[in-house]
């Protein structure tokens, strides 16, 4: 009888040690550090009639490249052309974490974002993107949701009266977002954003039609039923390609990761 305890004792330990190794599953690097060989590269349209010839001028090598920074190689991204550097796989039920910072060279303003769940083809959304859903990195704006062509979000929102805009509120009413119905945009909850010139660590969390943005540690926006409207239905949208965008200043990221997840973490759910 002793025996068999010991083995039961023996056999829920594997269990668990085996149940946490799927559970925190390794970091899988969508940049390797070298080059971007692993991406597609795409060049849409220009920041504005001032800067038609900048970006008859650009090349891909040119607005996406790697550069030293200190001791690491880093993705530049010049910004001086909308533009697309975009994931070749689809992923799903993920944890992306990106660190980057704003360079010094601004052409329109420092503007870029993360778009996921990207899906079509590049050159739709504004002739540079596929359509998507997007966490948005402009400056002052980190961790907005922005709703490209026909994507569309259920989000829990309190109307600022003062500007007009829904504003991320936890336990708040949710609110149907896109072209179709409250608009495209959807403003973070509060502002977690590092000074110009320092490094930010953005997360999403995607599982399922749920999407959470994290911002330095802190969530400020989650988004629910992502999906897309079409002939007066919503079909569930729950994965696609990751783009970052050039759109209108110099950008560093430093590093971008992804793993897989089985649950949204508890700890980020406001």
Not at 175 to 197: M, V
Request: glycine letters at 8%.
């Amino acid at each position: 009888m002793k025996k068999m305890f010991v083995l039961v004792i023996i056999a829920f330990v594997t269990l668990t040690h085996v149940s946490c190794r799927q559970e925190v599953d390794p970091w899988q690097p969508l940049f390797n550090g070298e080059d971007l060989s692993n991406w597609d590269k795409y060049l849409g349209s220009s920041l504005g009639a001032d800067f038609e010839e900048l970006a008859a001028a650009a090349t891909e090598e040119g607005v996406f490249s790697v550069v030293e920074d200190g001791e690491d190689k880093v993705i530049r991204i010049s910004g001086e052309i909308n533009g697309s550097l975009a994931t070749r796989a689809s992923f799903e039920n993920y944890h992306l974490r990106v660190v980057f910072r704003w360079g010094d060279k601004v052409y329109s303003r420092r503007n870029s974002g993360l778009l996921y769940h990207s899906f079509g083809e590049l050159g739709v959304a504004f002739d540079t993107w596929m359509p998507n859903i997007e966490f948005q990195m402009m400056h002052t704006n980190l961790g907005d949701t922005y709703l490209m062509e026909n994507t569309t979000t259920e989000t829990p929102v309190i109307l600022n009266e003062e500007d007009e805009r829904f504003y991320f509120t936890p336990g708040a009413d949710k609110f149907t977002f896109g072209e179709h119905a409250s608009g495209r945009l959807i403003r973070k909850s509060a502002d977690y954003e590092n000074p110009l010139g320092e490094w930010n660590t953005i997360e999403l969390y995607c599982f399922g039609d749920t999407a959470v943005h994290v911002v330095n540690g802190e969530t400020v926006m989650v988004n629910y039923r992502t999906g897309v409207y079409e002939d007066g239905v919503i079909s569930p949208l729950v994965s696609g390609k990751i783009q970052i965008q050039s759109e209108g200043a110099e950008l560093f990221v430093k590093s971008i990761a992804i793993r897989p997840i089985i649950a949204l973490p508890e700890e980020i759910l406001p």
